[in-house]
């Protein structure tokens, strides 16, 4: 079994920055894409920014040049550097990791991290 545990979510001003955290654990051979997605209210889940195993980046046009993933695989640790927010940014952001067990590969979510930007 693999879980996926998020921290550092919160509730920013316009501007601000904030700074989440995913950390996998359990009977992990490999992972090799990490990612971060967001829903907000009344809207589907959309995909925020990915990173490989060799550091290879993904952006929505969205967050390009604000948002920032890195990830330490020593730790199976992935970040999500949030910085200049808008309230436009506000959602409940999921980590997210394609993970190798033993004999598997699988898809695994972190329980949800609630990102609020007031104005």
């Known amino acids: 079994q693999v879980q996926l545990v998020e921290s550092g979510g919160g509730l920013v001003q316009a501007g601000g920055s904030l700074r989440l955290s995913c950390a996998a654990s359990?009977?992990?051979?490999?992972?090799?894409?990490m990612g971060w997605y967001r829903q907000a209210p009344g809207k589907q889940r959309e995909l925020v920014t990915t990173?490989?195993?060799?550091?290879?980046?993904n952006y929505a046009d969205s967050v390009k040049g604000r948002f920032t993933i890195s990830r330490d695989n020593a730790k199976n640790t992935v970040y999500l550097q949030m910085s200049s927010l808008k309230p436009e940014d506000t959602a409940v952001y999921y980590c997210?990791?394609?993970?190798?067990?033993?004999?598997?590969?699988?898809?695994?979510w972190g329980q949800g991290a609630q990102v609020t930007v007031s104005s």
């Open positions: 997210h990791a394609g993970v190798r067990t033993s004999g598997t590969y699988m898809n695994y």
């Open positions: 359990g009977s992990i051979f490999s992972i090799n894409v």
């Open positions: 990173i490989t195993t060799g550091g290879d980046t």
